[in-house]
């Protein structure tokens, strides 16, 4: 008998996979829009060589506070989605495992960054850097927290929460960014960062803490060991991003310009928002595969659906933003007329992303991190290599753009390895 369009319709928005998804595409994808327009505004005020160290700051505190979680913001979503059905009694013991790990990892890692602030400054090149640098530190702290906390909620299904929360990050950022940048300059747009940071990881607490109060008690457990060990290739893998990324920046800094630095941040913001459903949907995709870990049928079917949503999702936003890149440029004023170009080429990478997220969240959900580890971890170091020698030898004007070819290149292959991983796995069984 034939199912009516009305029926499959209802089927899918009944669906508990399909609204986890809509909320993490749509209220989550409000909430980064708005980090992205406040970016713009902030780049158009300080100009490409403040934006320079801006961006610096900005995604380097995203890849830290990633590291200092100790991979956490998966690893709590893969434990709590896990056990939630099996044994709830489990939970509390793994939240607060969870956050014990991220709050003294993050603290260390944090006050590591403000004595150290002056010798990586000096290091660069730039020694006016060491008061960004310091105030990274403080970021840090509330990103690492905000992000294990999510990462809990994800597992807990509650994305509807994670997508209010981030939009109220956003609205924060967003209505302080102009005054506290007019007033303060770099200080001001870095402040507005932090307590746009501070308020996501406040509102994930008060939503952690009144669901833990739901779970039984279990006493006798702690699962501190247990999350570090399955945690620490995740966490080796995001050292090993942020050391890459670190690199990266530095070595653009030494060999290019501060303000190339700064062209190539404000491109990566539009890949990030090519690639932001993907993204948005790699908790989903990871607590759903993680739930149906011992249903093949369902796991495969899954992950096959997610594959197709990612590229889909991803390709239209790419040919926007591909069709609309000298328009996009023009937003962030006159100094940034090497944008284009940029746009053009480092777009490209997102295809291969939106596909490689979903094969990452499959590797976790079956517990192979140290095989992604090594996979990542190769992949770092030849990016390393790669742009030490093409920027050290080529024309330091072109900076931007020499970053953006290396990273269409290993974003391709990356994708081909995991790909053939998952392949070869599956012929085994």
């Not at 160290?53 to 506070?65: C, P, R, S």
């Not at 197709?308 to 890149?325: D, E, H, K, Q």
Request: with cysteine.
């Amino acid at each position: 008998m034939a199912i009516s369009l009305r029926e499959i319709i209802s089927r899918i928005g009944a669906s508990r996979l399909f609204k986890d998804s809509f909320w993490a595409v749509f209220a989550n994808g409000i909430g980064y829009g708005l980090l992205l327009l406040a970016g713009i505004i902030i780049a158009r005020f300080l100009g490409k060589d403040l934006y320079g160290e801006y961006g610096l700051v900005k995604t380097t505190m995203f890849q830290i506070a990633a590291f200092s979680t100790f991979g956490l913001g998966y690893t709590s979503t893969k434990f709590v989605a896990q056990y939630k059905n099996e044994d709830s009694t489990q939970l509390r013991s793994i939240i607060d495992g969870a956050i014990k790990i991220t709050v003294a990892s993050s603290f260390i890692l944090a006050v590591a960054l403000v004595v150290f602030a002056v010798p990586i400054a000096k290091y660069l090149g730039e020694p006016q850097l060491f008061k960004p640098l310091r105030y990274l530190g403080i970021i840090i702290i509330f990103k690492a927290i905000s992000t294990t906390l999510q990462g809990i909620l994800a597992g807990l299904g509650n994305f509807k929460i994670i997508a209010q929360n981030n939009i109220i990050s956003g609205i924060v950022m967003l209505a302080l960014c102009v005054p506290l940048t007019i007033y303060f300059g770099l200080v001001g747009s870095l402040l507005s960062l932090s307590l746009s940071q501070f308020a996501n990881a406040t509102f994930n607490s008060f939503k952690v803490i009144k669901a833990r109060r739901s779970f039984p008690i279990a006493h006798g457990l702690n699962y501190v060991k247990r999350l570090l060990t399955f945690s620490i290739p995740l966490a080796m893998q995001e050292f090993s991003y942020t050391v890459a990324s670190l690199l990266s920046s530095a070595i653009v800094v030494k060999y290019s310009s501060l303000g190339q630095l700064g062209i190539y941040s404000a491109c990566q913001q539009w890949n990030a928002i090519i690639v932001i459903i993907p993204g948005l949907l790699s908790n989903v995709v990871l607590s759903h595969l993680s739930e149906s870990i011992n249903d093949l049928g369902k796991h495969t079917k899954t992950l096959k659906g997610m594959l197709l949503v990612n590229f889909l999702s991803t390709l239209i936003p790419f040919l926007l933003v591909f069709a609309f890149r000298k328009l996009i440029a023009s937003f962030y004023g006159p100094t940034f007329q090497a944008m284009p170009i940029v746009i053009t080429v480092l777009i490209f990478s997102t295809i291969f992303q939106c596909c490689a997220t979903v094969f990452q969240s499959e590797l976790i959900s079956k517990g192979e991190t140290w095989a992604l580890f090594s996979i990542r971890f190769i992949r770092d170091t030849l990016i390393i290599i790669t742009m030490y020698v093409v920027l050290s030898t080529h024309d330091p004007e072109k900076g931007a753009l020499y970053n953006a070819q290396i990273a269409v290149f290993y974003s391709f292959s990356y994708f081909m390895v995991l790909l053939f991983f998952y392949l070869l796995k599956k012929k085994q069984l």
